[in-house]
C-alpha cells in the first residue's frame, strides 16, 4: 500500500503518535454529543473512576436525571460571564481548575486533576494519573449540517483544542487552513464559542498557527512556530515534519496539563476603539491568552535549568519587542514560587522579586501577575519606600513588585537573609538616565561614561566606546558588579537589546578557541518578530538630511580656545539656533501632510514623533511648531514632553494640561505631534505613531530604542517612516546590526533609479502603455476581478512565449526592484508623473503571474493580493530584505589613558574647521551677501513681475506672489553663473537651499515692499 500523501495521512499519523507514545485514547465521532459539546461516555468514566462516591450522592439525589445534572452545570460554569478584579471566572480553564458545585446537595465534583509539583503527596500523582486524554477524527461539531474538524483533543471528554489539518502534497497549506476556519466554521456554533476551548490549531508540515476566539474574518492567528534562523517559520527536522514539535512536545499529557495548570488565563481588559474621525470609544474584552511558542519554550528552559541547578545563577533572555514580555515574566515569576529542586522535596526559591524601571509597565507587570495569581495574598506591591520592601522580604512575600530605584536595598536586604533564596527578574531597563537629575557618576560608571554638553546648562552621560546613552540597565549592572555576586539569589534579566555589560555579567559563558565569549539564555528576535508581524520595520522607510553651517568670526581679536571643546559648543550653537529649527520645522510638518496624512496613513490617523537633543531644543521646537502650524492653518497640536523646567516653562505651561496627561492627550485625534527630549524615547507604546524626525545624535542600544517607538502593530498600519537630520544610514546600520540580523537600509537613493528600471522594463514589450493604464483604472473602478486577470494573462503569456529564460530572470528581477523602490521612493518624493504609479499597481499584480514553477499553485495569493481601495492608498509591499549577522559586541578597554591636556587653537582656525567640515561650498559671506543684494535689486528691476507680485499682494495672496517671485529669481541667477558659479550650482540642484533661499529673500521683499522708508 503506497503512503497517503492526503490531509487524512497527516490526521492518521498524528492521531496514531497521540495514541500509541503520549497515551491518548482513540475515540469515534459518532461519540461525541453534539448538542452538549462533550464525549459523554469518557466523563462519566472519569467521574465514577475518581469520584465514585460524589457521583452517587447526585445520584441519589437528582435520581435519573443526575447525569444531565452534572452537564448541566459544566455547561453553566463554561458560560459564566462573572468577571472579578479583571479575571473571568467561566470558560473551560476554570472548569478544569475548578470543578462545579451543585448547589442543591453542595456536592463539588473535579473535572481534572493537576500533577503535582512535588512528591509530598503521592495520592495526588494517582488521581492525576486518572485523567483521561483522547482524540477523535473528523468530529461532527453541528446540529445544523454535517461539516467536520479534523481532530479534536479532549480531557475526560471534555474538548480542549481543535485543528485543521493540510498536507502541502496537496497544494494546501496552514494558510487554507486558517481560511477554513475563518470561512467555514461559524463563530455561533458552541464548539467555537470563546472559552469552550483552549485554542483552535491550523497546522500543515511547515507551519502551525493558533487562535483562541474565532470570530469569522475578524478572527487572529498567531504563529505558534519555533522559529527559523532566528526568523520566522519552522527549521528543518531531520527526524520528521517540522511541525512534529506539536504533537510530540506540546500536546503531551505532562505539557498540556502544565499549559492548564500555569499559563492559559480568560481575562477581561479595556480596549481602546479609534474611529476615523479620531474619536476613542473604551471598551471590556473578554480575551484568552494562550501562550506563544517562545513564550512556553523559554519559561520551561529557565524553571529546568533553576530546577536542575538551584540558586545562584544568572539567566540573560533576549526576547524583542512583540513577544509578549509581560506575559512571560509574570508566567515565570508564579512557577518560580513553586519550583522545587531535582529531588521533587524542596523549595528552589522563597521569594519572587520582579525589579522594573518603567511606570506604565510595572503597572502592567503588577496587573499581569495578579491576574495569573490563583491564591490569595501570593503578590505584594512595593510602593511604600524601602521599609515596605524589607517588610515583605523578612515576612516571605512570594511574588514582590518593586522598581528599579530600590533594587541597590534589595541587594543589600537579600545579604542580610542568607537562609532564603530569591529569584530576582529585572524587566528591560533601558529609559535614559541622562538630564540633570543623573547627579555624579560614581567611579566606576565613571570608567566607561563621560558628560557631554547638549546644552547651556544641560548634559548627558555617553558611552565612551560608542555614541550610547547612559540607561538603567547600566545602574542595574554597576549595582550588581560592585557587590558581591550573593549565592542566594538568582537573577532573570529580560531585555531586547543586551549592552556588551549585560552579556557579561548575565550571559552564558563558553569558548570558542581561546576566547571566552558569553551568549543569552534564550532568544526571540528583532527579525523573528518582524517576520511574525508583531512588529513593524522601522528600517524600511528611512531618510536622512545633511545640515550644513557656515560661521564667521565677528571681534578683531584671535584668542585661543580648547579646540575640542569650542567645537562642541559651535555644533550645539547651529543646531539649537531657532532659524535652523525653524527651517526643519516646515521640512518635517510638510513631508508629514503630504506623505503621512495626504496619504492617510494608518487609516488617516498617523501620528508622529520628534525627537530633539535637548529639553531647551524641545522648547524651541514647540514653540516653532506652534507658529508653522497656525501660520499655515494647519488643524494640528504639537505636544511636548521633557523633565524639570526651562528658563521657567515646563510641560504644563506650555502644553496646558499635566505631564501625567500626555499619553491620553496625545491619542486624541488633532494632537498628531509629539517633541520629546529623552522622555518618551523609550516604553512608550502608541501604535499610531507611524513617522520619527530625528534631530538628535543616536547610537548603540539608545538608537534601536528609540526608533523602536515606531514598531507597535496597528490595523492600517503597513509601514513606518523615519527622516534623520543627525545620523547617517551607516550609523543606524551598525547601531541596530548586534541586535537584528541587519537589514538594508535605502541610503540615498537617486529617484532616477526608479526612472531607469521603468525605461528598462518598458523596452521587454511585455506589456503596453495602453494596459498599464486600463489595469489601472479597472483597480480604481472595483471591476470583476476576472477583467483584471484578462489583462495580467495577456502579458504574462508575452513574457513567456517571447523571452528566453535569462531574460526572464532579468524582468522579474527588474519588476521586482522597481515594486520595492517606488514604495520606498513614494515616501520621499512628490512624483508628479502618473504613469508610475500606475506601472506600479500593475506589476505588483503581474509579479504573481511570472514567478518561478516550483511545483506549487502560482495562482493562489493573487485574488488575497488584489485589496483594492487599501491597497492603492496603504502602498503595500513586499521587500526583499537582506540579514546577516551583527558583529560581536566587544569590551571597552579598561587601559584608561589618563585626562586628555586640552589641544589650543586660535578662534580664526576653529572656525575655519568647523566650516570645512559643516559649511556648504560657499562660505564668503560677505561674496553671498553681495550676490544676493544683486539678485534683490534684479528682481525689483523687473516691472512686469513686480506688478503681478503686487497684484497678488493686493488680494492677499500671498502663495502666487511667492510663486511668481520664485520664478522671477531662477531666470535673473542666471545672470550671476559666471560671478558666483557655487552659490548657483547649489540654488540649481539642492531643491532644501533652493526653498530656502528663495523664501528668505521672499521675506525681504515684503518687508522692504510694507516699510519702504525703513
Not at 63 to 69: C, K, M
Not at 178 to 207: G, M, S
Not at 453 to 466: A, N, P, R, S, T
Amino acid at each position: 500500500m503506497s503512503t497517503d500523501t492526503t490531509e487524512k495521512g497527516l490526521e492518521a499519523h498524528i492521531t496514531q503518535h497521540l495514541c500509541l507514545v503520549n497515551g491518548f485514547e482513540e475515540r469515534h465521532f459518532d461519540q461525541y454529543n453534539r448538542i452538549e459539546c462533550v464525549d459523554e461516555e469518557l466523563l462519566f468514566k472519569f467521574l465514577n473512576h475518581t469520584q465514585p462516591k460524589e457521583v452517587a450522592k447526585l445520584k441519589q439525589s437528582h435520581g435519573n436525571n443526575f447525569r444531565q445534572r452534572i452537564l448541566y452545570l459544566i455547561n453553566r460554569k463554561i458560560k459564566d460571564e462573572t468577571v472579578v478584579n479583571e479575571k473571568c471566572l467561566g470558560g473551560i480553564i476554570n472548569l478544569l481548575r475548578t470543578g462545579i458545585t451543585d448547589g442543591n446537595t453542595g456536592i463539588k465534583l473535579k473535572l481534572f486533576y493537576d500533577k503535582p509539583v512535588s512528591n509530598f503527596n503521592p495520592k495526588d500523582a494517582e488521581l492525576f494519573e486518572k485523567n483521561i486524554f483522547s482524540v477523535t477524527r473528523q468530529v461532527h461539531f453541528s446540529n445544523q449540517n454535517e461539516k467536520s474538524l479534523d481532530l479534536i483533543v479532549f480531557i475526560n471528554g471534555l474538548p480542549l483544542t481543535t485543528f485543521e489539518l493540510k498536507n502541502e502534497l496537496t497544494k494546501q497549506n496552514v494558510k487554507d487552513a486558517i481560511k477554513q476556519y475563518k470561512t467555514t466554521r461559524d463563530p455561533k456554533e458552541e464548539l467555537f464559542r470563546l472559552a469552550r476551548c483552549l485554542v483552535h490549531f491550523a497546522v500543515d508540515t511547515e507551519q502551525v498557527w493558533m487562535c483562541t476566539h474565532l470570530k469569522g474574518e475578524n478572527s487572529l492567528f498567531l504563529p505558534f512556530n519555533k522559529g527559523n534562523d532566528n526568523g520566522a517559520g519552522n527549521p528543518p527536522n531531520p527526524s520528521g515534519m517540522k511541525t512534529d514539535y506539536l504533537w510530540k512536545d506540546i500536546l503531551t499529557k505532562e505539557s498540556i496539563t502544565n499549559i492548564i495548570q500555569n499559563y492559559v488565563q480568560l481575562i477581561e481588559e479595556e480596549s481602546e476603539k479609534i474611529f476615523p474621525d479620531g474619536k476613542i470609544k473604551k471598551e471590556k474584552v473578554k480575551k484568552m491568552i494562550f501562550p506563544r511558542y517562545h513564550q512556553l519554550d523559554s519559561v520551561r528552559s529557565l524553571l529546568a535549568d533553576a530546577k536542575a541547578n538551584g540558586a545562584g545563577k544568572r539567566y540573560l533572555i533576549q526576547h524583542s519587542a512583540g513577544s509578549g514580555k509581560s506575559n512571560s515574566i509574570s508566567w515565570l515569576a508564579h512557577q518560580l514560587v513553586g519550583l522545587f529542586d531535582k529531588t521533587n522535596t524542596k523549595a528552589v526559591f522563597d521569594s519572587v522579586i520582579v525589579v522594573t524601571d518603567r511606570i506604565v509597565l510595572d503597572s502592567q507587570i503588577q496587573r499581569n501577575i495578579k491576574q495569573f495569581e490563583q491564591v490569595s495574598g501570593l503578590v505584594e506591591h512595593i510602593d511604600k519606600g524601602s521599609k515596605h520592601l524589607k517588610e515583605a522580604l523578612e515576612e516571605g512575600k512570594k511574588i514582590i513588585i518593586t522598581t528599579i530605584q530600590k533594587f541597590p536595598h534589595i541587594v543589600n536586604d537579600i545579604g542580610d537573609l542568607p537562609g532564603n533564596k530569591f529569584a530576582i527578574i529585572i524587566d528591560e531597563a533601558h529609559s535614559s538616565q541622562s538630564g540633570n537629575t543623573a547627579g555624579k557618576l560614581n567611579a566606576t560608571l565613571s570608567k566607561d561614561f563621560e558628560r557631554i554638553q547638549v546644552d547651556d546648562d544641560e548634559f548627558i552621560f555617553m558611552d565612551k566606546g560608542q555614541h550610547d546613552e547612559l540607561t538603567s540597565e547600566d545602574l542595574v549592572v554597576d549595582i550588581v558588579q560592585s557587590r558581591k555576586m550573593l549565592t542566594n539569589a538568582s537573577y532573570f534579566a529580560f531585555t531586547a537589546t543586551p549592552k556588551q555589560k549585560t552579556l557579561e555579567l548575565f550571559g552564558v559563558k563558553f569558548k570558542v578557541s581561546d576566547k571566552d565569549k558569553a551568549r543569552v539564555f534564550h532568544l526571540y528576535s528583532m527579525k523573528q518578530a518582524i517576520q511574525e508581524h508583531f512588529i513593524e520595520d522601522v528600517l524600511l522607510n528611512y531618510t536622512t538630511y545633511n545640515s550644513h553651517f557656515a560661521l564667521l568670526k565677528k571681534i578683531e581679536d584671535d584668542p585661543l580656545y580648547d579646540k575640542k571643546k569650542a567645537q562642541k559648543k559651535l555644533r550645539i550653537y547651529v543646531e539649537s539656533h531657532e532659524l535652523n529649527i525653524a527651517r526643519k520645522t516646515a521640512v518635517m510638518v510638510e513631508h508629514f501632510m503630504s506623505s503621512v496624512v495626504g496619504k492617510k496613513k494608518i487609516n488617516g490617523l498617523a501620528k508622529a514623533m520628534i525627537v530633539t537633543s535637548s529639553r531647551r531644543n524641545a522648547v524651541k521646537y514647540k514653540k516653532a511648531f506652534d507658529i508653522y502650524l497656525k501660520e499655515n492653518s494647519i488643524p494640528f497640536i504639537a505636544i511636548v514632553a521633557f523633565s524639570g523646567e526651562v528658563d521657567g516653562q515646563t510641560e504644563s505651561s506650555l502644553n496646558g494640561f499635566s505631564s501625567a496627561s500626555i499619553p491620553d492627550e496625545f491619542k486624541k485625534a488633532n494632537n498628531r505631534f509629539l517633541i520629546v527630549a529623552n522622555k518618551y524615547q523609550t516604553g512608550f507604546d502608541q501604535p499610531l505613531l507611524h513617522t520619527m524626525y530625528v534631530d538628535k545624535k543616536l547610537g548603540g542600544v539608545s538608537a534601536v530604542q528609540t526608533l523602536s517607538r515606531l514598531n507597535r502593530t496597528k490595523s492600517g498600519k503597513t509601514d513606518t517612516s523615519v527622516m534623520d537630520f543627525a545620523n547617517s544610514t551607516d550609523e543606524i546600520k551598525n547601531a541596530f546590526e548586534p541586535y537584528y540580523e541587519t537589514t538594508i537600509l535605502g541610503e540615498a537613493t537617486d529617484p532616477n533609479k526608479l526612472f531607469d528600471l521603468q525605461t528598462a522594463l518598458d523596452a521587454y514589450q511585455v506589456y503596453t502603455n495602453a494596459q498599464v493604464q486600463e489595469f489601472s483604472d479597472k483597480i480604481v473602478q472595483n471591476v470583476p476581478v476576472d477583467q483584471l486577470h484578462i489583462i495580467l494573462d495577456v502579458a504574462a503569456n508575452i513574457f513567456r512565449t517571447t523571452l528566453d529564460e535569462k531574460s526572464q530572470e532579468d524582468f522579474r528581477t527588474k519588476c521586482k526592484s522597481y515594486v520595492r523602490l517606488y514604495v520606498f521612493l513614494a515616501q520621499i518624493v512628490p512624483f508628479t508623473n502618473p504613469y508610475l504609479e500606475r506601472l506600479y499597481i500593475f506589476l505588483k499584480h503581474l509579479q504573481n503571474k511570472i514567478q518561478k514553477e516550483h511545483g506549487e499553485d502560482l495562482a493562489q495569493g493573487v485574488l488575497d493580493a488584489i485589496d483594492l481601495d487599501s491597497y492603492r492608498l496603504q502602498k503595500l509591499g513586499e521587500f526583499n530584505i537582506t540579514i546577516q549577522q551583527g558583529e560581536e559586541l566587544m569590551p571597552s578597554s579598561e587601559m584608561g589613558s589618563g585626562v586628555a591636556e586640552p589641544e589650543l587653537e586660535l578662534l580664526s582656525n576653529i572656525v575655519k574647521a568647523f566650516n570645512e567640515r559643516f559649511g556648504t561650498a560657499f562660505t564668503n559671506e560677505d561674496k553671498v551677501r553681495k550676490m544676493t543684494a544683486e539678485l534683490m535689486q534684479d528682481v525689483k528691476g523687473d516691472q512686469v513681475a513686480m506688478d503681478n507680485i503686487n497684484a497678488s499682494l493686493h488680494k492677499n495672496d500671498i502663495q502666487n506672489a511667492q510663486i511668481t517671485f520664485t520664478d522671477i529669481l531662477k531666470e535673473k541667477m542666471i545672470n550671476h553663473i559666471d560671478s558666483n558659479f557655487e552659490v548657483f550650482k547649489e540654488y540649481n540642484d539642492n531643491q532644501e537651499f533652493k526653498a530656502f533661499l528663495a523664501g528668505q529673500m521672499f521675506k525681504l521683499l515684503i518687508h522692504d515692499l510694507r516699510n519702504p522708508l525703513i
